[in-house]
Nanobody, 121 residues
Framework: QVQLVESGGGLVQPGGSLRLSCAAS????????MGWYRQTPGKERELVAG???????TYADSVKGRFTISRDNAKKTVYLQMSSLKPEDTAVYYC???????????????WGQGTQVTVTV
């Protein structure tokens, strides 16, 4: 029904930057809240940044001032600009979206497949 496809992960040195993208497609009437989460082995998935349909944002304390979330509603895409990356930012990053579906107008939450971000010298 709905697919979230992430891109932009990779290997970067400390202090570097990456931009993640997540494009939604399928039977979508409306995208509500969207966000980026991350997970490392043995730890729970944690919220990195979220953005409402109106553009209100929230960030984990650990990324404030370094990461910026944005969205393009026309393209059904959410972005995460990551700067001043640190080794502790290494994780699999997942896109998340609250979706109102067509034709039922049912509310469901979807996840992307994840993209690896590795910060190392």
């Amino acid at each position: 029904q709905v697919q979230l496809v992430e891109s932009g992960g990779g290997l970067v040195q400390p202090g570097g930057s990456l931009r993640l993208s997540c494009a939604a497609s399928g039977s979508i009437w409306r995208l509500n809240d969207m966000g980026w989460y991350r997970q490392t082995p043995g730890k729970e998935r944690e919220l990195v940044a979220g953005i409402s349909s109106g553009g209100s944002t929230t960030y984990a304390d650990s990324v404030k001032g370094r990461f910026t979330i944005s969205r393009d509603n026309a393209k059904k895409t959410v972005y995460l600009q990551m700067s001043s990356l640190k080794p502790e930012d290494t994780a699999v990053y997942y896109c998340n979206a609250d979706v109102v579906l067509l034709p039922t107008f049912q509310y469901l939450q979807y996840w992307g497949q994840g993209t690896q971000v590795t910060v190392t010298v």
